[in-house]
Nanobody
Framework: VQLVESGGGLVQPGGSLRLSCAVS????????MAWARQVPGKGLEWVCQ???????LCRDSVKGRFSISRDNARSMVFLQMNSLEPEDTASYHC?????????????????????WGQGTQVTVSS
């Protein structure tokens, strides 16, 4: 299974970025997809999730600024990030899991999934 992220970079505060994650070797439409991020010295935290029924959920700190979407035909998941803040600086990773497991892990704060990408760096700085 391969998950490959792209789209990271350096952006000024208030700017936007769109991250992409291409997934192969799983039946994409059967899986929930998620984005998580990691700041150096801190643990991973869930950012947004997109479930197999197309429902989505994002953490409170990014609601209204970030949105997740998925394209089952292309086996891709996206994270649109607007109004970026310096606190959003992190390595962003996409992950795949079953709906049930992802719902449980998000609810318990356990950032675990069987499939992960290598990550793409997002730096928000003037």
């Amino acid at each position: 299974v391969q998950l490959v992220e792209s789209g990271g970079g350096l952006v000024q505060p208030g700017g936007s970025l769109r991250l992409s994650c291409a997934v192969s070797e799983i039946t994409f439409s059967d899986y929930a997809m998620a984005w998580a991020r990691q700041v150096p010295g801190k643990g991973l935290e869930w950012v947004c999730q997109a479930y197999s029924d197309d429902s989505t959920l994002c953490r409170d700190s990014v609601k209204g600024r970030f949105s997740i979407s998925r394209d089952n035909a292309r086996s891709m998941v996206f994270l649109q990030m607007n109004s970026l803040e310096p606190e959003d600086t992190a390595s962003y990773h996409c992950a795949a899991d079953t709906d049930t497991n992802l719902i449980l892990n998000v609810a318990t704060g356990s950032v675990e999934a069987p499939y992960w990408g290598q990550g793409t760096q997002v730096t928000v700085s003037s």
